[in-house]
């Protein structure tokens, strides 16, 4: 019997993080773990029991400014884990309502298909730069002056991450 391979779809946000993992092949099952919080202890500790058994993690992820130190979390820990846009992301015609559980269960089922396509992830010293630069000229004074540009996430969470 070859490898066994798990994917797993995550739709992440500020405090929490949705998980869902499908077993490798056409008919792999396919079920929600749940909500872990967006810590990196809670991640470290999902890891570590989905891949259990010498199992391989395969992780998929949606773009956004909660993602990127999960990325980076996962990757330092030599995990395969791909950032997609969600504008890439196949939705059938009429499918609406959108709740974490069905975004990681997508994200899960299309990473095994094949069906998503990954986007280049910043690292820490573009993202903080790309902040700046996108703010322009004369708008570090003003109702948002001084600090960080409108729409960045200060909080402790995943180190290098751009929610650190």
Not at 54 to 70: D, K, Q, S, W
Request: proline share 8%; net charge positive.
């Amino acid at each position: 019997m070859g490898e066994r391979v798990i994917f797993v779809g995550l739709d992440v946000h500020k405090a929490t993080i949705a998980v869902c993992v499908a077993e490798a092949g056409r008919d792999g099952e396919v079920r929600v773990i749940g909500e872990i919080p967006n810590e990196p202890s809670a991640l470290d500790k999902l890891v570590a029991r989905l891949g259990r058994g010498g199992r391989t993690l395969r992780f998929a992820h949606e773009a956004g400014p909660c993602g990127y130190g999960v990325y980076r979390h996962l990757r330092d820990r030599g995990h395969d884990c791909v950032v997609v846009a969600p504008s890439l992301i196949p939705r059938k015609p009429g499918e609406r309502i959108k709740t974490d559980r069905r975004d990681a269960t997508a994200l899960a089922r299309l990473h095994r298909a094949g069906e998503l396509t990954p986007v280049w992830v910043p690292d820490p010293e573009h993202g903080s730069k790309h902040c700046f630069e996108q703010a322009g000229p004369g708008q570090g004074t003003g109702r948002h002056g001084g600090g960080a540009p409108q729409g960045a996430v200060n909080r402790p969470g995943f180190p290098g991450g751009s929610n650190s």
